[in-house]
Structure formats: structure tokens, C-alpha cells
């Protein structure tokens, strides 16, 4: 929604070394204005929320990149995904939705890209119930390891395929995409699965040899040059290698693939072979991690070539297109970040940009079906929903002065949303660094990414002359009633909790004082523990698996106890949780699974088993405990008990926000200071929804 207010900065010249990224760039019968290609990536909407996911990519054409992408659209009813919420081109129906989304891309500028998929092997069809169809006899590959089956497709069923592909490359066209890609990448679609050996055991055409291999690949290319080529690039997305050796389709067939089939589509689109590989967060991969693996494929075809590697630098950018890597930057997770990026290279506004922090909070909207989120940017998704933008917000509506206590990510955020608004604003910090939670982390290891959220903020806030920021200034709420702002934030952050309690122990764990015990706030203060630590993780995501390496880094032995299954077992929903529990093993960490806390006592933790209730003594010499936090709410407290005086000091309103009011992770600490900003002198909602939603249209 453009609400007619003035873009945050103006226009400035664009640094002469970044002009080869807008450079068009022609894919068969289309022209892209520039090298900007948003890949295909989820966002958790879907065909639930249509509205919401067209708007997203709208603001991204507005945002200035060359080709926009939907996520995966499933072409055909009898191959879906569900429980997953993805795009649907199953029939005419759809076509409203998918024209909207189009209709959005271009908009600005942008070419519209539709993702094609056919998910075979990985289409366990719970919503459809049909019989999922694969090259060979193959159990579904989910992540959620369904008891279901896929058939092995005869000839006829080959014949079908085809016939429902032209089926939706027609519809595609009509819907008015640019460019239709067909999936074949991280693992997923029937394009891989009859590309690999360790799915394709077919002894027909159709198997065996690559070039057999290939032959559906060539086929459902061919069959989109009849039906749509006259005005739609044809481009295919594979994977790079699917990390089996030879016995997968590998990075060696790949490049036999590409040479044997140069000309084939319009474009190739190259992504690594797992999702989790291709996009692992930064703590597991930099920059270009993909690099080696890219590198001489585009000297194999005359075609435009599309790589990734979470780009956020343009000098890296640059290398990529100079050095012959890649046509096309290929983005998503930093599209997300920053929608922006490409435009605020172009008018030289570097210091600007967004950068990615490769948590893949943003993944986990997919993974658990809700709408998607960005640590960086809590407009992501909420462009339609709420009338968000990433670089425009409605101005003051009063000259009211307004006071933010705590400069973690919900205080930055919000002071630096409320300087955009016009506000006049003070941020107090009682310490002398800003960042709050995030610097702190940012120490640790593999997490120096955090960091970013705190630098932009930062970086922007130091440029408004209406915002100002006082270090070392620990308030009370004699204080805060003496200054006479009209409103105040409260940003005070959380800490986490000592005794034990989480989700296994909803009350204290017996603890004996003799035992050293420890909490990441102490860890992250440079406060080790020494010898045998037993690190106990109730809390789940990323910060116990964290400690544990710091401490075997720094000589310690480690007992890594969680009440879960799996080490770290949230990070599922990030791709990480494979990751993390193989560095710990491979560290020498003592990993103990489905061991909940009984007790801690001098010297030791009786640990029991969360499904026989068995107990176990484990010797050690330190205890760190990673469970829930409390909040440090205690300033809100003393100002809520004198609310009858706040009229008399000026102040309207006090408001406690991200950890001090809820701790979380901390995309929703940014997400909770931008909803202030943009709440602040509202008119009450009432009963009324805050955000806009779509409903499902009865039929009879």
C-alpha cells in the first residue's frame, strides 16, 4: 500500500563499479531490465493468502529487481505437498490469484517468473489422497517422514504428465508470467527424481543412462516451446549436486547434463542439492558458498546462468558476474531483507541496504504453515495484511515527544521507525553499547551476523537529527516521570532463568547451592564455567548448541542434555538442526537426547528419561542451563503502580514491548518495536481485526 509519503532518502549517482548489474539481459523471447533475479522462495502464504504474497512481491518490483519468482506452484492435483502451503495452477480457478501476483511483479518493471512444480517422490498428497507417481517404487522423501508410498509411473502416466504440464504452461501464460521454470532442485520435483540414480531405477528410456535420464527434462522443455515459447522464456532449476557421490546426480553429471543439452531452455537456474545445503544459515555458510560448485558451468552453455549464495554485498556481486560465475544474482532470503537492494545500488545508497543475517527465520514460516517473517525486515509479509512498507511509513500525527527505554533490536527498531515517522525521540540505554541482545550474541561463535540487525539501525539512526541516543543512562521511574515525554516504550529486554524452568519443568529444578550454575547471560558476560559442564537445553533453538561449541573451544568437556529427541530440535524449522547435532558430535560433545533435568546436586545431574522416567547420575563440575527467560519488566511495574500520576507529568501513554513484554526469538523483538512505531497514535481498533485477511469463497 503506497500512502502517498516521501521515500526515507533522495537519489544519488550510482558508483560507476556497479554498473554491469544493470545491465539488461535477454532470456529468449524476454528482456530483464537488469541482473537482479529473485529466485523462487516460500513465504508462507501461499494459496491461503494470495493477497498478502502478491503485495510482497510488488514492493520488490517497486524495490527494483529484474525478475520476480512466485515459490512452488503445484501444476497438478495428483502431486501436492500438503501440509506445506504453497501456490496451486491446478485448474482455472487459480488463475485469479496467480494473474494478481503477475499483474503485482510488473508493476514496477520487473519480468514475472512462475516456478513449476510437480513434486513426485515428495507429494504425499494428504489433501488429494491420489496415489502419488514416481519414476520407481519409492517411499515418499518428506520432512515429516509420511507412511505413504509412490508408484512407479508406466509410460501412460508419462503421457499424462506431460499433458498436465502444457496444461499449466497455457494457464501460465494467460496468467501473464514471463518466464516459466521448471523445479528440479534441493531434492524435490520429478525433474530431479528422474535426473538421480538413487530415484530413477527405471530399465526404460526413461532410465539408466543420463541422457535417458534427461529425456522427461527435454521433453517438458520441448512441449513448452509448442504451447507458450512465442512469448515465455522456458528456464529449468537443478540442482548443483545432490551430495550422494555418484550415486545421486551429482555436480560431475551436472556438468555432463549442461554440455550435452546446451541450448535446451532459455535460461538454467542453479541451486545446491539439498534445501538445507543451498540454504544453510550463516552460522554453517558464508557468502558464495555455493561457488565451487558453479564455477565453469556457464562456460558450458551459451544460455544466461542463475546462481545464489545469499548475496548482500554488490562488490561480491560484481565477481560473480566478472569472473563468469553467473548472468543473474540470484536472491531470495536477501530479497527478503532488503526488497530494496537493487534500487538503493543504483542511487548509491550502499549504507542503506538490509543486509541478510542468515538466520532463515523467514524459512520457518513455511516449515510450521504460517505466514513467513524477517528479523531485518518486519514488513515482510505484512505489506497487504497491515499496509506495511520497508521504506516508506505514514508521518507524526502530533508533535508529541517520545521516549525509548533499552537499545536491544525492539528499542533500535522502534526508535528508528518512530525518527522515520518525524518523531522527536530518545533512546536511553543503560550501558554503553548499543544492540541489546544481538551484541551479546554476535560474540559468540558463528553468530557474528546478529550483528547486523543492531549496525543498520544504528547506521540509520545516527543520521536523524530528530533521535537522539544517550548511552549509560540506567532510568527509573522517577526519572522517566521527571522528563515529560508524551510517550514511552519500554524496551528493557529479558534474562534468562537459573533454576531450570521450561517447557519439561513448568516449576524450579532442586538445585544444591555447591553447584556452579550458570545461565548464557553469565556465559556471554565472559563468565566460563571449567572441566565437566553439563549444558542443558530446554529452550531448543540455536543458543545451547552455541555454548556448547564456545566451551569445548575453550577446553571444557561437554554433556549436552535436552528433553527433545534431537539436539536443538526448533532448528528443524531453520535447516540447521542436522547441521548443529553433527558439529557437536564431530566436536566430541556428549550428546544425551530425551534426558530432561531432575536435579542438580555437588558434583553431579540425575538426568531422567522423558519416556521411562528412568534416572541417571552424571557426573560433572558446572551446570549452564538454556531454558526460558523472564522478563526485566520491573521499570514497566514501577510506572504501571503510578499510572494516576503519568497525566500530571504530560506522559499519554507507557508501553512495554519485545522481550520485556514476551521473550522470544529476535525477529520478534524487531517485529514488536516496528508495530509500536507504527501503532503509535492510532485510532483504537476496537473489536476489529488488526490486520486484513482472506476467507475461503463457499460453494454450494
Given at each position: 500500500m503506497d500512502d502517498g509519503s516521501a521515500p526515507i532518502t533522495g537519489r544519488r549517482l550510482r558508483d560507476p563499479r556497479y554498473d554491469i548489474l544493470f545491465e539488461p539481459v535477454r532470456i529468449g523471447p524476454v528482456t530483464a531490465r537488469n541482473r537482479f533475479y529473485q529466485v523462487p522462495h516460500c513465504n508462507g502464504g501461499g494459496y491461503r493468502d494470495p493477497s498478502a504474497a502478491a503485495e510482497m512481491r510488488r514492493v520488490k518490483s517497486e524495490g527494483g529487481w529484474g525478475v520476480i519468482f512466485t515459490e512452488q506452484v503445484e501444476i497438478h492435483h495428483s502431486s501436492e505437498i500438503t501440509p506445506f502451503i504453497e501456490l496451486r495452477i491446478w485448474?482455472?480457478?487459480?488463475?485469479?490469484?496467480?494473474?494478481?501476483?503477475?499483474?503485482?511483479?510488473?508493476?514496477?518493471?520487473?519480468?514475472?517468473?512462475?516456478?513449476?512444480?510437480?513434486s513426485g517422490a515428495n507429494g504425499p498428497n494428504l489433501y488429494t489422497r491420489e496415489v502419488p507417481l514416481a519414476p520407481s517404487h519409492t517411499p515418499i522423501l518428506t520432512f515429516t517422514s509420511d507412511p505413504v508410498q509412490?508408484?512407479?509411473?508406466?509410460?501412460?502416466?508419462?503421457?499424462?504428465?506431460?499433458?498436465?504440464?502444457?496444461?499449466?504452461?497455457?494457464?501460465?501464460?494467460?496468467?501473464?508470467?514471463?518466464?516459466?521454470?521448471l523445479y528440479g532442485a534441493h531434492g524435490f520435483g520429478i525433474i530431479q527424481h528422474f535426473l538421480s540414480p538413487r530415484t530413477n531405477q527405471r530399465s526404460d528410456e526413461y532410465g539408466g543412462s543420463l541422457a535417458n535420464r534427461a529425456r522427461l527434462l527435454k521433453e517438458l522443455i520441448s512441449d513448452a516451446r509448442d504451447e507458450v515459447g512465442d512469448r515465455c522464456a522456458i528456464a529449468v532449476r537443478l540442482s548443483l549436486d545432490e551430495l550422494a557421490g555418484e550415486a545421486g546426480f551429482s555436480n560431475s553429471q551436472l556438468r555432463d547434463l549442461v554440455a550435452m543439452h546446451a541450448d535446451l531452455p532459455d535460461l538454467w537456474d542453479f541451486a545446491h542439492g539439498t534445501w538445507e545445503a543451498c540454504s544453510g544459515t550463516s552460522r554453517f555458510k558464508p557468502e558464495a558458498a555455493q561457488e565451487e560448485l558453479i564455477r565453469g558451468l556457464k562456460q558450458l552453455t551459451p544460455k544466461p546462468v542463475v546462481g545464489v549464495g545469499r548475496f548482500t554485498s554488490p562488490d561480491q556481486m560484481v565477481r560473480q558476474v566478472r569472473q563468469g560465475l553467473m548472468d543473474f544474482i540470484g536472491a531470495a532470503r536477501p530479497s527478503i531483507a532488503d526488497p530494496f537492494l537493487p534500487r538503493k545500488i543504483d542511487e548509491g545508497r550502499i549504507e542503506d541496504i538490509r543486509e541478510c543475517i542468515g538466520c532463515n527465520i523467514c524459512v520457518t514460516g513455511d516449515m510450521t504453515m504460517s505466514l513467513s517473517r524477517c528479523t531485518q525486515n518486519s514488513s515482510f509479509m505484512e505489506e497487504w495484511r497491515k499496509g506495511w512498507h520497508p521504506e516508506r511509513?505514514?508521518?507524526k500525527q502530533s508533535d508529541a515527544r517520545v521516549l525509548v527505554v533499552g537499545a536491544g533490536p525492539a528499542g533500535l527498531s522502534a526508535a528508528h521507525k518512530l525518527g522515520l515517522r518525524g518523531y522527536e525521540v530518545a533512546l536511553a540505554e543503560a550501558t554503553a553499547e548499543l544492540g541489546g541482545r544481538v551484541s551479546r550474541e554476535s560474540r559468540l561463535p558463528g553468530l557474528s551476523a546478529w550483528g547486523r540487525v543492531r549496525d543498520y539501525r544504528q547506521g540509520q539512526i545516527a543520521r536523524m537529527a530528530n533521535?537522539?541516543?544517550?548511552?549509560?543512562?540506567?532510568?527509573s521511574a522517577d526519572d522517566i516521570l521527571g522528563f515529560g515525554f508524551s510517550h514511552v516504550a519500554i524496551a528493557t529486554g529479558a534474562r534468562w532463568r537459573r533454576d531450570g524452568v521450561a517447557r519439561y519443568n513448568l516449576l524450579p529444578v532442586p538445585l544444591d547451592p555447591a553447584m556452579p550454575v550458570f545461565t548464557p547471560d553469565d556465559i556471554m558476560a565472559g563468565e566460563l564455567p571449567a572441566g565437566v559442564v553439563a549444558v542443558y537445553d530446554d529452550d531448543h533453538y540455536y543458543m545451547a548448541s552455541v555454548i556448547a561449541e564456545l566451551l569445548i573451544s575453550k577446553g571444557c568437556k561437554v554433556i549436552f542434555l535436552t528433553p527433545s529427541s534431537r539436539a536443538a530440535e526448533w532448528s528443524f524449522n531453520t535447516l540447521e538442526q542436522a547441521a548443529i547435532q553433527a558439529r557437536l558430535l564431530e566436536a566430541g560433545v556428549d550428546v544425551r537426547v530425551t534426558r530432561g533435568l531432575a536435579s542438580v546436586e555437588k558434583g553431579a545431574v540425575t538426568a531422567r528419561c522423558t519416556y521411562t522416567g528412568r534416572l541417571e547420575r552424571l557426573a560433572c563440575d558446572a551446570v549452564v542451563m538454556v531454558t526460558a527467560r523472564l522478563p526485566e519488566d520491573g521499570l514497566y511495574l514501577a510506572l504501571a503502580e503510578r499510572r494516576e500520576e503519568w497525566a500530571g507529568h504530560g506522559i499519554q501513554s507507557v508501553k512495554v514491548i519485545g522481550d520485556a513484554n514476551a521473550p522470544a526469538a529476535i525477529a520478534w523483538a524487531t517485529y514488536a518495536g516496528h508495530r509500536y512505531a507504527e501503532e503509535l497514535?492510532?485510532?483504537?481498533?476496537?473489536?476489529?481485526?488488526?490486520?486484513?485477511?482472506?476467507?475461503?469463497?463457499?460453494?454450494?
Open positions: 485448474d482455472d480457478e487459480d488463475l485469479p490469484a496467480l494473474t494478481k501476483m503477475a499483474d503485482a511483479i510488473h508493476s514496477h518493471g520487473a519480468l514475472a517468473g512462475i516456478e513449476l512444480a510437480y509412490a508408484r512407479a509411473m508406466d509410460k501412460e502416466d508419462i503421457r499424462n504428465l506431460r499433458h498436465w504440464h502444457r496444461l499449466a504452461y497455457r494457464r501460465a501464460k494467460r496468467a501473464g508470467f514471463d518466464i516459466l521454470c511509513i505514514r508521518p533521535v537522539g541516543v544517550y548511552r549509560d543512562s540506567r532510568l497514535d492510532a485510532e483504537p481498533l476496537g473489536d476489529e481485526l488488526p490486520f486484513r485477511r482472506e476467507i475461503a469463497r463457499l460453494k454450494d
